[in-house]
């Protein structure tokens, strides 16, 4: 039924850059706010970015906002997460996440049992 399938992670060196793509099927993808999590081996896993349903707005943590942009396609129901600048502490298991009620600046404080729909996630390694 739904999905939301995860692509472009892999091993870069610090200093690199990566595009995730989660492309999401079985539901009305116009209808959700996107975003990704992050989960690093040993933490709990953390907002990183959220995009509104027509791109108007995004809200994106402080620890990377000057290097990651998120962006979605509505025609191809897929959302993205351009990486700049990568850090070794950016090494984390990467989840596209949509939820259809919450706004783009509630994700922050969104618990993980509040997301409507879940990726299986992508490896993002950045290496020193």
């Known amino acids: 039924q739904v999905q939301l399938v995860e692509s472009g992670g892999g091993l870069v060196q610090a200093g690199g850059s990566l595009r995730l793509s989660c492309a999401a099927s079985?539901?009305?993808?116009?209808?959700?706010?996107m975003g990704w999590f992050r989960q690093a081996p040993g933490k709990e896993r953390e907002f990183v970015s959220a995009?509104?349903?027509?791109?108007?707005?995004?809200f994106t943590v402080d620890s990377v906002k000057d290097r990651f942009a998120i962006s979605r396609d509505n025609a191809k129901n897929t959302v993205y997460l351009q990486m700049n600048m990568l850090k070794p502490e950016d090494t984390a298991v990467y989840y596209c996440?949509?939820?259809?009620?919450?706004?783009?600046?509630?994700?922050?404080?969104?618990?993980?049992?509040?997301?409507?729909?879940w990726g299986q996630g992508t490896q993002v390694t950045v290496s020193s």
């Open positions: 079985g539901f009305t993808f116009s209808n959700y706010r």
């Open positions: 995009i509104s349903r027509e791109s108007a707005s995004t």
């Open positions: 996440a949509a939820d259809r009620r919450s706004s783009v600046t509630m994700w922050a404080s969104m618990s993980i049992s509040q997301v409507d729909y």
